[in-house]
């Protein structure tokens, strides 16, 4: 019977990039000086379960690479060869490769053959040329025959394996008595289809390493129960060959520990589930039409007498608690700790530094914090660009570190936290900190627009004008003025923001902030000029009604409200967006975007709600200050202001007096 495997390709694709990521951070860890085994068990193991799925999909070049590097990994973790430097650099090159093999598999981009070859290579002359002499005596120390115990627990049949199939491929390693185990099989009557009751005694006549049987149950291992000896007559032999097993066997189970050991792995089995990232976005996108249902029927029922509609108002009510819980549940099921960005830095930081002759140091802070998957992979690219600024540019030579009576180590820091309705990810070093008169220089030079006695912040805010850099030299690292622009308007266009502190000698500090999903927001309803607006209430301060004496003009900047002795640039949203003349706003919202505040003057208070965030440059081109829109109970279609736009705006259009 044949079977198409390719529907099993996705899973092994995703498993096999989450297992050269621990891989990797093994590596470093081991290299870093860690001395627990079980970290290079841990790299072994991803080693191997990647050969497995690649031999059985027919991934030629990753099996064969996979094959060296187990080998390699194999005798450093039985205490054959020690652990050397070069070693640990040659296998961090070969999960390099491995990646574009993964990726040439996956999507048929090809890999560079030369770097297939260099790192066959490095891993060749890593084993010396006494791999094989090796692994020749290991082959004449095996036994002459295994037992297999074999007890299937419920969630192997769940993910669609077949027992059976497991028996037949151990058939080609050699002859194979096979005795099915029943004393737990109960009644007919008392059968349970969701409990496995039969296993099997297995007993292989055929002289063959342990690592070939640890490859024909390599993806059902942890779901079930296996136990793996060497047949009594030759056990002696074999205890070398047990030490390097691929996973220590557990005890032989009696009778009642058997029942209980598949019920434990399929509990642990059934804890979590792979589902598509589609089929999430589907529930997401219902969920938001729930809440504009449940926003209609609410607007509906404010009409009705409050007398007999009591009952409704109270099951809305409830309908309303109950929908925002299951709105942030399903949210949540997108929800991923930002260390699925953090942890590539490692090998990142270690790599540059090497290349530049820095000793730098990486610390994270916050790795648990969730982010939506959708912006986790958005952020990924500003943060690397990021990081290879702080290193490149931010953190000095040993030399000039220690001339400044600095640690000759440097330190970046990676930190991430909840604060209010954002995430705040930070990226730190305690480098040269940025030069203001340089940069001033720069941008003299350039022909930018510089305020007259302009503060740190204001000097900062050059680095972000496009092309703009420092650097006398061009390099492939930075220098070319395709960087923090291109950051910061890809911060922006996720609905986040930027902001950079520094330093002279003290370092550089840059702040991103985000919110925590794009989907569904908490927002404050507005009217003005005949038309409903949505500000996120993440960014509104207060609200408040101005006395006339509190706004000024001022030449160049326009209007200003003062607030408890702050002036604020003055903003009409009716006059900005174009909308009909109300005559006049007589309220005032102050919101802060961009680590600036803003009034912004609207004729009434509408209320506060859920919104449902659609994307409007899926049907319309890209609004400035507009962030999106969204539908209301009443089926009107409202805009999201975009309150970083808006202040971004501000700075850019000449002021009227």
Partial sequence: MSMDLQRFHATYFEESREGLDAMEAGLLALEGGSLDPEVVNSVFRAAHSIKGGAATFGFD???????????????????????????????????????????????GKPADPVAVAAVHARLGQELGGSGETKAAARVDAEPEGWDIAFSPAPSLFMSGNDPLRILRELEHLGPLDVAARLERLPAFAQLDPLEACIAWDLGLQAKVPRSAIDDVFAWVVDDCTLDIQPQPAVAAVAVATAAVAAAPAPAPATTGTAAAAPSAAAAEAESSIRVSVDKVDALINLVGELVITQAM?????GGLDPGLSERL??????LERNTRDLQEAVIGVRMLPVDAVFRRFPRLVRDLSARLG???????????????????????DPLVHLVRNSIDHGLELPEARRAAGKDETGTITLAASHQGGHIVIEVADDGRGLNRGRILEKAAE??????????????WDLIFQAGFSTADQVTDLSGRGVGMDVVRSNIQALG?????????????????RLPLTLAILDGMVVSTGGEILILPLNHVLEALQPEADDIRTVAGDGRVLRVRGEYLPLLSLSGHYGFQDPGTESLVVVVEGDGQKLALEVEELVGQQQVVVKNLERNYRRVPGISGATILGDGHVALIVDVGGLVRLRHQLPQAA
């Fill in 61 to 107: 070049k990753m099996t064969a690479l996979t094959h060296v590097l187990e080998t390699l990994l194999d005798e450093i973790r039985s205490g054959k060869r020690a652990l050397a430097a070069s070693a640990v650099d040659a296998m961090l090159g070969s999960v390099d490769v491995l990646r574009a093999l993964l990726a040439e598999s996956e999507h």
């Fill in 297 to 301: 029927l609410k607007q509906v029922s």
């Fill in 313 to 318: 108002t109270a099951g809305l009510e409830l």
């Fill in 358 to 380: 820095k000793q730098v140091r990486l610390r994270t802070i916050g790795e648990g914090t969730e982010l939506d998957k959708g912006l986790i992979e958005k952020i990924a």
């Fill in 446 to 459: 350039r022909g930018l627009a510089i305020p007259e006695n302009p503060t740190d912040a204001q000097v």
């Fill in 496 to 512: 986040g923001e930027v902001q950079l502190e520094s330093g002279e000698g003290r370092g550089t500090r840059v702040v991103i």
